[in-house]
């Protein structure tokens, strides 16, 4: 699988959105780009996924670069409860997951 | 509502001692997982199963065993050979092509 970078925090103010970047500079054709969430001392969470489109669902956007070597999660107006864990993780379909250690979202009041 | 259920939330045991962490799913999901967290790190793969009677180890399976007897059930022994146990351990299932990864609430393992 693709190795992805992600910072390892973020600060975002309430209301406002946050844009959480990954770079996958090596992704394959056949891989997609998954979004999960943890909050603290939960089990993740599933996002949103992509291949070559941008997505949107009821929790968030995913842009994805028209090289596709990187991608941003957007979460259109962050809560309070949006605090955790994003994970990026770029895999083929029906493959493992594996994750890394993410970005830290923080959102402030 | 379907689901992973995972019990206890917290479990404590003395050092030398063989630990099972129970995961049960209604999800009618053939592939299960279990995965270990430990402090500001991500998931790592303990073992996985893609089918009743058949299970792989993953990227940290010494000191761990599993059983898979029934689609709904994934149980993990955390053995005495395990030499640093205490973490936060997850189960997930999906189905047999991937899609649809569930992940349970987690069970918070010390070892004292």
């Known amino acids: 699988d693709a190795k992805t970078t992600q910072p390892p925090s973020m600060d975002c103010a309430e209301g406002r959105a946050a844009n959480l970047p990954c770079n996958h500079s090596t992704i394959s054709g056949n891989e997609y780009v998954y979004w999960y969430r943890q909050i603290h001392s939960q089990g993740p969470q599933y996002i949103i996924h992509g291949l070559k489109n941008n997505e949107t669902n009821e929790m968030a956007s995913l842009i994805i670069t028209e090289d596709r070597k990187s991608s941003t999660l957007i979460l259109p107006h962050a809560t309070l409860r949006d605090t955790a864990v994003y994970y990026c993780?770029?895999?083929?379909?029906?493959?493992?997951?594996?994750f890394g250690e993410g970005t830290q979202l923080t959102v402030n009041p | 509502d379907g689901g992973i259920t995972q019990s206890p939330k917290y479990l404590f045991r003395k050092e030398g001692q063989n630990v099972t962490l129970s995961c049960e799913q209604n999800l009618n999901h053939d592939a299960m997982y279990w995965y270990r967290q430990d402090p500001g790190q991500g998931l790592r793969l303990i073992y996985y199963s893609q089918i009743v009677n058949d299970f792989q180890k993953g990227d940290i399976a010494e000191g761990y065993s599993v059983s898979r007897e029934k689609k709904e059930s994934f149980p993990l022994t955390v053995t005495s050979a395990q030499k640093n146990p205490t973490a936060f351990y997850l189960c997930a299932s999906s189905t047999q092509g991937g899609y649809g990864y569930t992940f349970g609430s987690g069970t918070r393992l010390t070892v004292v």
């Open positions: 993780i770029v895999k083929p379909s029906g493959s493992r997951l594996t």
